[in-house]
């Protein structure tokens, strides 16, 4: 370095502990070592309230996959017996993870990004891994809230459209589409009257405009409520939070008093304990409360950086983590009920099919009138022969059967509950309130994923502009709404199947697995069990030290195992539609789509081992070096950087200087003079420590084991210490 450039602004220790500023050496561009001062660093954003902050992670917890994927996991995986491998995979898996989460990210005050470059330069790749994978999943994920606006919009009628077929003139006589004919009207106005789906994916069949203007209307909505970051979002959380859960309670209470609802509850609660000798149910349960608790987005380590650093972490993560599966649960009993009348329905109107088949057939001895449902179904039924019911063209009514015709995602929210919807009285008004709940919680689970992304890149300040949290918002939101152009095609349903089978599945739980070894095993469990005793007052209890060492590891490592086994051994195929049959048929993807679903899932997951290579041959995360003395502060230690100095360097000014004496990494050597004292100390690879004043001697954990000298961290005179903290505004390291 070529000088030291000295401020006219030095000030003593006496000056700096009275007032807010600290003495700065930092490296210019240059190469120079310029020394002034710096104000305090600017707070980082925090919630208002703690309720806020609840309201938001439970949000964000508590998404789509509550209301359509857990009814249809426990309708084809035993019924209650599901119930018992779920509650497993909660307390073995779901809450240690969430808690995990939720300290990294209240302890180290960081997106995720921050967070693992801080933790190890060499796991950095996972919380870039974290960015990506929320980005694209953040992409896909607008699309069903266009499609609830478009619904909701669609149900301001006084008749909803899907109520009926459309009509067509054939030979002067008006009948019902053939198309629509075949299959039902709301499959008809799903497939063709909001998607106007293709043949094929391979078969775009350009832009529909309707659903254009809702893809612009849902990502205009997102960048409103996100535009302020934590500010905005967390007085939108106070409406899209709650709204579902007054929206599942008025449900509850029409659903139950359905005809056939206790029915449909009973065939829900009715254990089939048979199915828990499948290992695929064990598999799917654990799936399930991975992807229902949003672990290894991001969202959580992000929201949780705004916390107070004392905040109790662990009942927060308790708390949210029921809340979410009481919440599947409830949201099941609803959907069931709803379910048991849509059977019930069904048989009743197969019997009464048969009834007039019969007494048409024999007009004699039977009628309408001595022939009731429960008459045919105790005496005439069981004793119907085939050569009578081929003859009289019966159906075979089955209420179990009809119980069993699961249906997920989209086609339970689009197209089954839409039937049901259509039956009740004042339908219109169900219908909007139904769209509304699924549009407050696919906003909630939204904010979460894409804040992930928001704040590691704000974090990383790669450009100015991205201090701007709305200047930053809309560029994300406009370059995810230009890719989103695929989705709004006539193939944009068969992308969205793409994207959700393959973008968030495999690399999350490869960032997940990655987020528990690189707590336990790299920063050191002893390590983080003191900073969750800084935090909450006691170190995490032997469950908590089970679970992370052990447990959630091989339960995750068998998880990624069973599901790259199913990937190779079941071949992937996708749903197409058929338009002269009215129906979905199996078909292979074209090789092409293979590629892209290669690049989906490897522009994710390679980015942990390419940012290790990197790193390793030289290649780091960039932070200016900024070195402080300061007296009397509450600030965490943090390391020095690695970067842009030398062995034997020396940054000093009127208040002392730090001498580089070893470059050799993973640790950095210093000798630190103030006055007349003067120490040497020895710093490890990590960027959160305990507290200034917590540290003694024998706190070699935090700072390497060097057995021949242990001094963590200088402290001289009349309180001065030598502090390491890290600048949230600036992103600079200060020692």
Same mark, same amino acid.
């Given at each position: 370095?070529?000088?030291?450039?000295?401020?006219?602004?030095?000030?003593?220790?006496?000056?700096?502990?009275?007032?807010?500023?600290?003495?700065?050496?930092?490296?210019?561009?240059?190469?120079?070592?310029?020394?002034?001062?710096?104000?305090?660093?600017?707070?980082?954003?925090?919630?208002?309230?703690?309720?806020?902050?609840?309201?938001?992670?439970?949000?964000?917890?508590?998404?789509?996959?509550?209301?359509?994927?857990?009814?249809?996991?426990?309708?084809?995986?035993?019924?209650?017996?599901?119930?018992?491998?779920?509650?497993?995979?909660?307390?073995?898996?779901?809450?240690?993870?969430?808690?995990?989460?939720?300290?990294?990210?209240?302890?180290?005050?960081?997106?995720?990004?921050?967070?693992?470059?801080?933790?190890?330069? =060499?796991?950095? &790749? /996972?919380?870039?891994?974290?960015? !990506? @994978?929320? +980005?694209?999943?953040?992409?896909? $994920?607008? *699309?069903? %809230?266009?499609?609830?606006?478009?619904?909701?919009?669609?149900?301001?009628?006084?008749?909803?459209?899907?109520?009926?077929?459309?009509?067509?003139?054939?030979?002067?006589?008006?009948?019902?589409?053939?198309?629509?004919?075949?299959?039902?009207?709301?499959?008809?106005?799903?497939?063709?009257?909001?998607?106007?789906?293709?043949?094929?994916?391979?078969?775009?069949?350009?832009?529909?405009?309707?659903?254009?203007?809702?893809?612009?209307?849902?990502?205009?909505?997102?960048?409103?409520? =996100?535009?302020? &970051? /934590?500010?905005?979002?967390?007085? !939108? @959380?106070? +409406?899209?939070?709650?709204?579902? $859960?007054? *929206?599942? %309670?008025?449900?509850?209470?029409?659903?139950?008093?359905?005809?056939?609802?206790?029915?449909?509850?009973?065939?829900?609660?009715?254990?089939?304990?048979?199915?828990?000798?499948?290992?695929?149910?064990?598999?799917?349960?654990?799936?399930?409360?991975?992807?229902?608790?949003?672990?290894?987005?991001?969202?959580?380590?992000?929201?949780?950086?705004?916390?107070?650093?004392?905040?109790?972490?662990?009942?927060?993560?308790?708390?949210?983590?029921?809340?979410?599966?009481?919440?599947?649960?409830?949201?099941?009993?609803?959907?069931?009920?709803?379910?048991?009348?849509?059977?019930?329905?069904?048989?009743?109107?197969?019997?009464?099919?048969?009834?007039?088949?019969?007494?048409?057939?024999?007009?004699?001895?039977?009628?309408?009138?001595?022939?009731?449902?429960?008459?045919?179904?105790?005496?005439?039924?069981?004793?119907?022969?085939?050569?009578?019911?081929?003859?009289?063209?019966?159906?075979?009514?089955?209420?179990?059967?009809?119980?069993?015709?699961?249906?997920?995602?989209?086609?339970?929210?689009?197209?089954?509950?839409?039937?049901?919807?259509?039956?009740?009285?004042?339908?219109?008004?169900?219908?909007?309130?139904?769209?509304?709940?699924?549009?407050?919680?696919?906003?909630?689970?939204?904010?979460?994923?894409?804040?992930?992304?928001?704040?590691?890149?704000?974090?990383?300040?790669?450009?100015?502009?991205?201090?701007?949290?709305?200047?930053?918002?809309?560029?994300?939101?406009?370059?995810?709404?230009?890719?989103?152009?695929?989705?709004?095609?006539?193939?944009?349903?068969?992308?969205?199947?793409?994207?959700?089978?393959?973008?968030?599945?495999?690399?999350?739980?490869?960032?997940?697995?990655?987020?528990?070894?690189?707590?336990?095993?790299?920063?050191?469990?002893?390590?983080?069990?003191?900073?969750?005793?800084?935090?909450?007052?006691?170190?995490?209890?032997?469950?908590?030290?089970?679970?992370?060492?052990?447990?959630?590891?091989?339960?995750?490592?068998?998880?990624?195992?069973?599901?790259?086994?199913?990937?190779?051994?079941?071949?992937?195929?996708?749903?197409?539609?058929?338009?002269?049959?009215?129906?979905?048929?199996?078909?292979?993807?074209?090789?092409?789509?293979?590629?892209?679903?290669?690049?989906?899932?490897?522009?994710?997951?390679?980015?942990?081992?390419?940012?290790?290579?990197?790193?390793?041959?030289?290649?780091?995360?960039?932070?200016?070096?900024?070195?402080?003395?300061?007296?009397?502060?509450?600030?965490?230690?943090?390391?020095?950087?690695?970067?842009?100095?030398?062995?034997?360097?020396?940054?000093?000014?009127?208040?002392?200087?730090?001498?580089?004496?070893?470059?050799?990494?993973?640790?950095?050597?210093?000798?630190?003079?103030?006055?007349?004292?003067?120490?040497?100390?020895?710093?490890?690879?990590?960027?959160?420590?305990?507290?200034?004043?917590?540290?003694?001697?024998?706190?070699?954990?935090?700072?390497?084991?060097?057995?021949?000298?242990?001094?963590?961290?200088?402290?001289?005179?009349?309180?001065?210490?030598?502090?390491?903290?890290?600048?949230?505004?600036?992103?600079?390291?200060?020692?």
């Amino acid at each position: 370095m070529s000088g030291v450039k000295e401020n006219d602004s030095s000030d003593s220790l006496d000056q700096l502990d009275n007032t807010n500023e600290r003495t700065r050496l930092s490296v210019t561009d240059e190469g120079d070592v310029e020394c002034g001062t710096d104000e305090k660093p600017k707070e980082r954003a925090a919630w208002d309230s703690k309720v806020q902050f609840l309201l938001t992670i439970i949000g964000y917890a508590v998404g789509l996959g509550n209301v359509w994927r857990f009814p249809y996991l426990c309708q084809k995986n035993g019924g209650g017996a599901f119930l018992i491998p779920y509650t497993i995979m909660l307390v073995a898996e779901g809450i240690p993870l969430f808690y995990l989460e939720l300290a990294i990210g209240q302890r180290l005050r960081k997106g995720s990004i921050g967070v693992w470059n801080e933790i190890h330069p =060499m796991l950095g &790749g /996972i919380g870039y891994s974290s960015a !990506v @994978v929320s +980005f694209i999943v953040s992409l896909y $994920y607008n *699309v069903i %809230i266009m499609w609830c606006l478009f619904y909701m919009g669609s149900s301001f009628t006084s008749e909803l459209p899907w109520t009926s077929c459309p009509t067509e003139t054939r030979n002067n006589v008006t009948v019902p589409v053939e198309e629509c004919a075949k299959s039902d009207a709301t499959s008809y106005y799903w497939y063709r009257g909001a998607l106007d789906i293709s043949p094929s994916i391979a078969e775009p069949e350009g832009i529909k405009w309707k659903m254009l203007l809702c893809l612009f209307a849902a990502w205009l909505l997102v960048y409103l409520c =996100m535009c302020k &970051g /934590i500010k905005s979002q967390g007085k !939108v @959380v106070y +409406f899209t939070a709650t709204f579902p $859960y007054v *929206v599942l %309670i008025i449900f509850f209470g029409r659903a139950v008093t359905l005809p056939g609802a206790g029915t449909g509850l009973l065939h829900m609660f009715t254990p089939k304990m048979d199915r828990l000798l499948d290992p695929q149910v064990w598999l799917e349960a654990a799936t399930q409360i991975f992807y229902s608790l949003g672990l290894a987005f991001g969202g959580l380590i992000a929201y949780s950086s705004y916390n107070p650093p004392k905040n109790n972490c662990r009942r927060d993560a308790i708390l949210v983590s029921i809340t979410n599966c009481s919440t599947s649960i409830f949201a099941s009993i609803v959907i069931f009920a709803v379910l048991g009348y849509k059977a019930t329905n069904l048989f009743d109107n197969c019997i009464d099919r048969n009834i007039h088949k019969y007494v048409t057939a024999y007009p004699g001895a039977w009628n309408d009138t001595n022939i009731t449902r429960s008459f045919y179904i105790q005496n005439i039924a069981p004793n119907i022969t085939n050569d009578t019911r081929f003859n009289l063209n019966l159906e075979t009514c089955s209420l179990e059967e009809d119980l069993d015709k699961a249906a997920e995602g989209t086609g339970l929210a689009f197209i089954v509950f839409t039937q049901v919807i259509v039956e009740f009285p004042v339908a219109p008004f169900w219908s909007v309130i139904f769209f509304l709940m699924l549009l407050t919680l696919g906003l909630g689970s939204q904010f979460g994923t894409l804040e992930g992304v928001a704040t590691s890149l704000a974090d990383l300040e790669l450009f100015p502009w991205m201090k701007k949290k709305w200047l930053l918002s809309a560029f994300l939101c406009s370059i995810s709404f230009v890719i989103g152009l695929m989705f709004v095609t006539g193939s944009g349903q068969y992308w969205v199947t793409v994207f959700d089978s393959f973008a968030g599945t495999f690399p999350l739980m490869v960032v997940a697995l990655f987020e528990v070894v690189g707590v336990v095993y790299v920063y050191k469990i002893k390590r983080f069990n003191k900073d969750i005793k800084e935090m909450l007052g006691e170190e995490p209890g032997l469950y908590w030290q089970i679970t992370w060492r052990f447990v959630s590891p091989i339960l995750m490592v068998v998880v990624l195992i069973a599901s790259l086994v199913s990937k190779i051994v079941i071949p992937v195929t996708y749903k197409l539609y058929n338009r002269e049959k009215a129906a979905l048929e199996d078909s292979k993807y074209p090789w092409w789509v293979g590629v892209i679903i290669s690049i989906l899932v490897c522009s994710s997951a390679l980015c942990i081992p390419i940012v290790a290579i990197l790193r390793k041959c030289g290649i780091k995360y960039k932070r200016v070096p900024v070195f402080t003395v300061s007296k009397n502060s509450e600030s965490s230690a943090a390391i020095l950087d690695e970067n842009d100095s030398d062995s034997g360097n020396v940054f000093e000014n009127s208040t002392g200087s730090i001498t580089i004496l070893d470059d050799a990494s993973p640790r950095r050597r210093v000798r630190i003079s103030l006055g007349d004292d003067e120490d040497a100390i020895d710093l490890s690879g990590s960027l959160s420590f305990p507290k200034l004043d917590d540290l003694d001697e024998d706190n070699d954990s935090a700072f390497g084991s060097n057995e021949s000298n242990r001094t963590p961290i200088y402290k001289g005179t009349a309180g001065t210490k030598l502090l390491a903290a890290q600048d949230q505004e600036h992103s600079e390291s200060t020692v």
